[in-house]
């Protein structure tokens, strides 16, 4: 998606004028007295500053619809704890807010094991002190020396630090092997997605098939041994099967896969292939 405007084409959707120094105050002194009305007004004047600050965010795993939502939360944090007395205006005392709930959602929606929001910001800071270290020093920090440097105990560092477990791929090549999923398969088993795959393509042939005589039917069933899945009959074992020559066999089937080219009824099974 191109971005190049897209301050432009948000903003101009959001056309709520903005209020004042003194409207806002006497809006949030109004919400916080119960007025509902208020609190949408509050929020629909900030929303082009929440936008605004939700396009920093982006590109990190999250839609901007799903951030410019979750930087709203913040907002509305915000406003649940702003004091109209403050000699600021609420956007500045919001634009934190709404930043560690864009953070927080890009940390929690976007990894593959959820933490405690306490924990992730812990685990956030973990990380920040460790780059830092290599940085400087060449090296990784030992967990002792990132709960110095943190304030905060070694064991529990080492804990939350233990929640950041790296993922494999099962197609990933290993020293060992080709991947973890040629050590993993049954092979006394047939794949499930084969047997799900081949349940499918029954279904779908026997309903292409409707289009056919019960004659024609019987031939290509015996014909391909569509009932047992076995090998391919040839046309006089066929004929002796249903009592008819090799060449009344040939005919009928030749017949029956006429029918079955058909755009209509060959649909049924090309979107099976093609999925």
């Known amino acids: 998606m191109d971005f190049s405007n897209i301050n432009h084409q948000i903003y101009a959707e959001t056309t709520t004028t903005p209020l004042s120094v003194t409207e806002e105050r006497e809006m949030v002194i109004k919400y916080h007295k119960g007025d509902m009305d208020a609190r949408r007004r509050l929020i629909e004047?900030?929303?082009?500053?929440?936008?605004k600050i939700s396009l920093n965010f982006r590109n990190q795993g999250l839609s901007l619809a799903d951030l410019i939502q979750e930087g709203n939360l913040g907002l509305i944090e915000a406003l649940e704890k702003f004091d109209p007395a403050r000699n600021c205006?609420?956007?500045?005392?919001?634009?934190?807010?709404?930043?560690?709930?864009?953070q927080r959602a890009l940390?929690?929606?976007t990894r593959q094991i959820n933490l405690p929001i306490n924990k992730t910001e812990i685990l956030r800071k973990i990380r920040i002190c460790q780059d830092d270290f290599v940085k400087t020093n060449g090296r990784r920090p030992t967990m002792n020396e990132v709960s110095e440097k943190l304030g905060i105990d070694a064991k529990k560092v080492e804990e939350i630090d233990n929640h950041s477990p790296s993922f494999?791929?099962?197609?990933?090549?290993?020293?060992?092997?080709?991947?973890?999923?040629s050590v993993l398969v049954d092979e006394d088993h047939e794949d499930a997605r084969d047997t799900v795959w081949n349940k499918e393509a029954l279904k779908r042939l026997a309903s292409a098939?409707?289009?056919?005589?019960?004659?024609?039917?019987?031939?290509?069933?015996?014909?391909?041994?569509?009932?047992?899945?076995?090998?391919?009959?040839?046309?006089?074992k066929v004929g002796q099967i249903l009592g008819l020559s090799a060449e009344g066999v040939r005919r009928i089937e030749e017949q029956a896969m006429e029918k079955l080219r058909r755009p209509t009824v060959r649909a049924k099974m090309e979107e099976l292939f093609a999925a």
């Open 45 to 51: 004047s900030n929303l082009r500053f929440v936008i």
């Open 89 to 102: 205006r609420l956007i500045t005392y919001a634009s934190w807010w709404i930043r560690l709930y864009l």
């Open 107 to 109: 940390e929690q929606k």
């Open 168 to 181: 494999h791929t099962l197609h990933a090549s290993t020293d060992e092997h080709n991947g973890w999923e």
């Open 209 to 236: 098939m409707r289009i056919l005589n019960t004659r024609e039917r019987d031939v290509l069933t015996h014909r391909y041994n569509l009932e047992n899945g076995g090998k391919k009959l040839s046309l006089r």
